[in-house]
């Protein structure tokens, strides 16, 4: 099986999930993965119309995908990585979606850098629902003033918000959790599920999947 009839199938099973709970297929997006793959893994894929990827490193992403968009219009670029504020600037340039705003340092460079380079990136708010110490993302009790945060002081518009349970834990209730901050905050856009549990996302809720392995194979973080 190629990385092209992987994605297929996983389309195939996206549509069936929205629609089994009732929901228009087209409201679910599929983010590609593409991190630590090369830019000769991702052209089957663009060639087969694909267009819609995810990075989490603004280097990799700027060398991967510079020469592609000049080959292939019409590309979505999401970053899914933690975002430091000295790397705002290419971010906002390189990255059609920012999925990992989450302190009020960040938010501020994002802001300043748009304005700069008269660029508006959509953006969503990473929460980390299990707050674990090590992982990016804004506590689920501070997830509301960070979005009140973002509009009032920055003048961001927060399009909703994405989450990376923790592993080995069920997801279901870090996905009903986000559900519940985005519906209270009057946001629509939930980036979860991966490639384990994205169905489960789209029961949920989930707006955006974002699938790596499923699709690109295993990940060799080797040659990083
Ligand atoms: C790598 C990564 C993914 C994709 O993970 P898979 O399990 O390979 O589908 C999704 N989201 C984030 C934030 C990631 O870093």
Redesign the pocket.
Known sequence: MTSVDRLQDIEAIIARAARDCGRDPAGVTL?C?A?TFPAADVIPLLEAGHRVF?E?RVQEARAKWGPLRAVYPGVELHL??PLQSNKAREAVATFDVI??VDRPKIAQALAAEMASLDKRPRLLAQVNTGAEPQKAGVAPRDADAFIALCRERYGLNIAGL?C?PPAHQQASPHFALLADIAARNGLSELSMG???DYELAIQQGATCV???????GE?DYSTR
Do not use: D, F, L, W
């Open positions: 983010v993965v991190k995810g989490n899914i990585g999925e990992t994405m990376v991966m490639s384990s974002r699938i790596g392995s499923a699709i690109m990940r």
